[in-house]
């Protein structure tokens, strides 16, 4: 069963905007920290955005300033605002969640969604 579920990838040209989505379910239990990271053809999966349960959020240096990761408890979902893409922001984009369950700490990962950049 899918837990984390990403929406909102696609093509756009460089200097636009996309909005990504991703909710969990509920099954997964109380969500500590969520987030996204992104694998660049060729490269290794690097850490974007954080966001933790109380409001802290951090991001990537190659990102500031263009993107702003947010979360909504109650909707169990956290949103990454990308604006200003440039081609290098070409990726797949993965959600991930660590969440506590009856005691147990896990973390999930989505499927991934692609976001590619043109020039």
């Known amino acids: 069963q899918v837990q984390l579920v990403e929406s909102g990838g696609g093509l756009v040209q460089a200097g636009g905007s996309l909005r990504l989505s991703c909710a969990a379910s509920?099954?997964?239990?109380?969500?500590?920290?969520m987030g996204w990271y992104r694998q660049a053809p060729g490269k290794q999966r690097e850490l974007v955005a954080v966001?933790?349960?109380?409001?802290?959020?951090n991001s990537a240096d190659s990102v500031k300033g263009r993107f702003t990761i947010s979360r909504d408890n109650a909707k169990r979902t956290v949103y990454l605002q990308m604006n200003s893409l440039k081609p290098e922001d070409t990726a797949v984009y993965y959600c991930?969640?660590?969440?506590?369950?009856?005691?147990?700490?896990?973390?999930?990962w989505g499927r991934g969604t692609r976001v590619t950049v043109s020039s």
């Open positions: 991930n969640a660590d969440a506590y369950y009856s005691g147990r700490y896990n973390d999930y």
């Open positions: 509920e099954s997964i239990g109380s969500i500590n920290n």
């Open positions: 966001a933790t349960r109380g409001g802290r959020t």
